[in-house]
């Protein structure tokens, strides 16, 4: 594909359920981000990867979100014990090199809890 | 801390008239900013970015923004819009480990 794609596109859960929402970056792309974006609210950065570097996690709101990329390429993000608040549009974005090149968005996931 | 402002929280503009959207950041040392769109059902993508150098930034879709530094300001232009341009619009400012912050947006809707 020519672009970042997320799965699912839409996902309804209860509160209390574990989710895993999954990012697959361009190809060639070293750089993955997640941000959450919020009703009525800009965009918020989650977690940001570079190649094998650990990553900057330094947005996430609480220890039950948690990400991984699997061999510098897949990501998933999980959210454990989902919460009301958690609800939200989550976007993956990836960008060729490190650097403040231009990053790609996907279309996100919209996350519902109930 | 770093922080964008977009004191418009929604727009509209008739089909031809001229925009510009507003932006106001602080962050301390030289920014690095940028505009994206989001159409309903879709991701961002990049309109244009501001590095260094020419103040006047020309992006796609015939949208231009300018760096004030005096003003902390990097404001959207547009001579024309049209229908297609109905979207939200994010300003937002690069720092530290390449990442965003990003205003709260502003949602410009265009009317015949």
């Known amino acids: 594909g020519a672009g970042v794609s997320q799965s699912p596109s839409n996902k309804v859960t209860e509160k209390g359920k574990d989710v895993e929402l999954r990012c697959d970056p361009i190809s060639g792309h070293t750089a993955l981000y997640w941000y959450r974006q919020s009703l009525g609210q800009g965009l918020e950065f989650l977690i940001y990867?570079?190649?094998?570097?650990?990553?900057?996690k330094s947005g996430l709101p609480s220890d039950r979100f948690s990400a991984e990329r699997t061999g510098g390429s897949v990501s998933t993000l999980t959210i454990q014990r989902t919460q009301q608040e958690d609800s939200a549009v989550y976007l993956c974005?990836?960008?060729?090199?490190?650097?403040?090149?231009?990053?790609?968005f996907g279309p996100g996931t919209r996350l519902t809890v109930l | 801390a770093q922080s964008v402002t977009q004191p418009d929280i929604h727009i509209t503009v008739s089909e031809g008239a001229s925009l510009e959207l507003r932006c106001n950041y602080s962050?301390?040392?030289?920014?690095?900013l940028f505009w994206y769109v989001q159409s309903p059902g879709q991701g961002l993508q990049l309109l244009l970015k501001y590095f260094s150098g020419d103040t006047l930034v020309q992006g796609i879709k015939g949208f231009e923004a300018e760096f004030k530094r005096s003003q902390s300001s990097f404001n959207l232009r547009k001579p024309s819009v049209h229908w297609s341009d109905a979207a939200e619009y994010f300003c937002a400012v690069g720092h530290g480990n390449e990442k965003l912050t990003f205003g709260t947006g502003t949602r410009l809707t265009i009317i015949p």
């Open positions: 990867f570079q190649g094998n570097s650990a990553p900057d």
């Open positions: 962050y301390g040392a030289t920014p690095y």
């Open positions: 974005a990836s960008s060729l090199v490190k650097g403040f090149h231009e990053q790609f």
